[in-house]
């Protein structure tokens, strides 16, 4: 009996030290989940990247299919333990519809909404801000049709 208890506690135990990164995991996902209140949680992406260089950062990219007449949120919310800033553009093969970081005021908006006019497949792209070492999560919300 004291045996299983033991590897009971040992197995339990390893478990947490995988959950070392917390901050970027589950507790960021519930934060922007409220900011999603009243719509429906569709899919979120995580971006992580080690600090890159400044001029070309390191960045994800993601296809995601929008619906014409659908209002989206999209909602960024980065880990406070790390000092980078998330960027995220929505764009198509041809113009970028929106963006989490206005350059001309240079002011970042973690939540932002795209008004879908066209059915087709969209590109989100993320990175950090000057290329530093960074943890956010992306959440996408349908708010309705509008």
């Given at each position: ?15 947490s ?11 960021l ?21 080690e ?14 299919m929008?619906y ?9 919310k ?30 970042h908006?973690n ?20 290329g ?15």
């Open positions: 009996m004291l045996n299983k208890l033991a590897l009971f506690i040992l197995f339990f135990s390893l478990l030290l995988g959950d070392v990164h917390a901050q970027c995991g589950n507790e996902k519930r934060e922007a989940y409220q900011k999603i209140k009243g719509g429906t949680y569709l899919k979120d992406f995580r971006i992580r990247f600090e890159s260089s400044k001029r070309n950062p390191e960045s994800d990219e993601f296809t995601i929008l014409k007449g659908v209002r989206y949120r999209f909602v960024v980065n880990d406070k333990s790390k000092e980078g800033e998330a960027i995220i553009k929505l764009y198509d093969d041809f113009k970028i519809y929106a963006s989490s970081y206005d350059e001309a005021s240079a002011t908006h939540i932002f909404e795209f008004f879908c006019q066209k059915t087709q497949a969209y590109y989100l792209s993320g990175h950090f801000k000057d530093d070492k960074g943890c956010a999560i992306i959440m996408l919300g349908n708010m309705g049709k509008f």
